[in-house]
């Protein structure tokens, strides 16, 4: 079935440090690849998303690529900030028993230091 | 803001009891997803209603079931609660239902059985 695997956390950086957290995935065909950030004591937020092979998601600084030959839809930042610091899902949606529900990784958390 | 509500923020109940969770999606969103989000689990999908209909359903337990209104309104109803059903529950909220669309989550319900 479907999965996703994500490096494990806590993942503790400095302000203005270069952010990469690794996401690989298990899938039949081409699933939709979403990331969503959850901030302390809030919901998850959708940070970003690509659809197909070779689609670059971006949103507030953040990229990810969706790489099917090796596949994997890592998260970049180049110059992290201490509002950064959240938990963030790696997730996929293919069409299953399960409809168009979300496999979630099991998050990576993340710690931006001044 | 995503757009979907939640509540309670957080309940608090026994084990043995029954509990009622409430989510309102996106205005004009017909799907709505309940997830629950645990420490040892993370994130797992429930169930899926589409325009008051089931359409898939996930790890959901037999305690558990679920409902869509006519107002598009759905509720999460857990019965003869464990210490184990503690944990966030998110529902979130997308257009369609037989496509990969963006889903939109509300900030959870914390619910703790004791």
């Known amino acids: 079935g479907n999965s996703v695997t994500q490096m494990e956390g806590p993942v503790t950086l400095s302000e203005e440090a270069f952010l990469t957290i690794n996401c690989t995935y298990t899938a039949t065909g081409y699933p939709s690849l979403f990331w969503y950030v959850q901030y302390p004591g809030e919901g998850l937020q959708l940070l970003l998303k690509?659809?197909?092979?070779?689609d670059k998601g971006s949103n507030k600084g953040f990229e990810a690529t969706y790489r099917k030959e090796t596949t994997s839809f890592h998260l970049e930042k180049g110059s992290v900030q201490v509002s950064d610091s959240a938990v963030y899902f790696c997730a996929l949606t293919q069409h299953s028993n399960s409809g168009y529900a979300l496999n979630f990784g099991k998050g990576t958390s993340l710690l931006v230091t001044p | 803001d995503s757009g979907v509500t939640q509540t309670p923020k957080h309940l608090i109940t026994a084990t043995g009891q029954r509990v009622t969770l409430r989510c309102s999606p996106r205005?004009?969103?017909?799907?709505v997803y309940w997830y629950q989000q645990s420490l040892d689990q993370g994130l797992q999908f429930l169930i899926q209603?589409?325009?008051?209909?089931?359409?898939a359903k996930g790890n959901i337990l037999e305690r558990f079931s679920a409902q869509q209104f006519p107002d598009l309104h759905s509720e999460l109803n857990l019965s003869s609660l464990e210490l184990g059903d503690s944990a966030l529950y998110f529902c979130?909220?997308?257009?369609?239902?037989?496509?990969?669309?963006?889903?939109?989550f509300g900030p959870g319900t914390r619910l703790t059985v004791l």
């Open positions: 690509a659809t197909k092979a070779d």
């Open positions: 209603y589409y325009n008051g209909e089931e359409r």
């Open positions: 979130a909220s997308s257009p369609g239902t037989n496509r990969p669309d963006t889903q939109y």
């Open positions: 205005s004009g969103d017909l799907s």
